[in-house]
């Protein structure tokens, strides 16, 4: 799967406190592999020394075989391998196994989807949590927890959510069809290209309301002809939209 990199883009920004950072020079964020790397080497210029020894520390403890292994993927940026090269780690040349994108760094405090949790349950243990807890709750936490922090008005944890190893497809189809997210929630989604190939995750972008209307517009052009017909009567969505869809539809039956 092609991995955003909400996370990976506020770091490099330097929208992150110096607690998150310490957090993530540790390796505690769980990340898929390509974004914890890239947090990680973002990390060893940090302007802070013990943020930058920390984030070294721990680029150390990857087992080299399982880095050789990953950088063997074909999506691994160009940058990425040059860094690794620099340092001597070389693409593994045949791979033991399909290279996976879970985290290259284990924290062990992963929490396992419990079929029995509730909306309820799960608010009112996140409702106990500070910042940094909720933060690991939305990269490791349950199905649940993930559905209730993607709606956070912190934009770093529901980027969490999203760059979160446990995210699946249809949790992203549910997001995507949430009126209660950010609109910036909705434009990662949308320009991930590995979730737009999948329709519901399309239709459900063109028909909430809270999605950029530049990309709307771009996914409509996807929608087959009944969704498009029904779309172009959806008093739900923007009318530009609505008009745009409509004239869709006049085009194809002509």
Do not use: H
Not at 6 to 32: C, N, W
Not at 96 to 103: G, S
Not at 141 to 154: K, T
Not at 180 to 201: A, F, P
């Amino acid at each position: 799967m092609t991995v955003p990199t909400p996370l990976l883009d506020l770091f490099k920004r330097g929208e992150v406190d110096r607690e998150v950072r310490i957090l993530a020079a540790q390796g505690g964020l769980a990340t898929r592999a390509q974004e914890q790397l890239g947090i990680l080497v973002v990390l060893l210029e940090d302007r802070d020394q013990q943020v930058r020894e920390t984030a070294e520390a721990t680029l150390n403890r990857i087992p080299p075989e399982a880095l050789k292994n990953f950088l063997a993927r074909s999506d691994v940026s160009v940058s990425l391998r040059e860094f690794f090269a620099n340092r001597g780690v070389v693409p593994e040349e045949s791979p033991t196994k399909p290279p996976a994108d879970d985290p290259l760094i284990a924290t062990g405090d992963e929490v396992e989807d419990d079929p029995n949790e509730t909306k309820e349950s799960a608010t009112q243990k996140i409702a106990k949590m500070g910042f940094t807890e909720r933060l690991k709750a939305a990269s490791k936490g349950s199905r649940e927890m993930r559905a209730i922090l993607i709606r956070d008005p912190n934009k770093m944890i529901a980027a969490a959510v999203l760059s979160s190893p446990k995210l699946s497809e249809p949790e992203v189809e549910a997001i995507a069809g949430m009126g209660s997210v950010s609109d910036e929630v909705l434009r990662i989604i949308g320009n991930n290209r590995q979730w737009v190939k999948n329709y519901m995750v399309v239709l459900r972008l063109c028909k909430n309301s809270k999605t950029p209307l530049a990309m709307s517009m771009n996914l409509m052009n996807r929608l087959q002809d009944g969704d498009l017909t029904r779309l172009s009567v959806d008093r739900n969505v923007p009318e530009p939209l609505r008009v745009a869809a409509r004239k869709k539809v006049v085009s194809n039956r002509g």
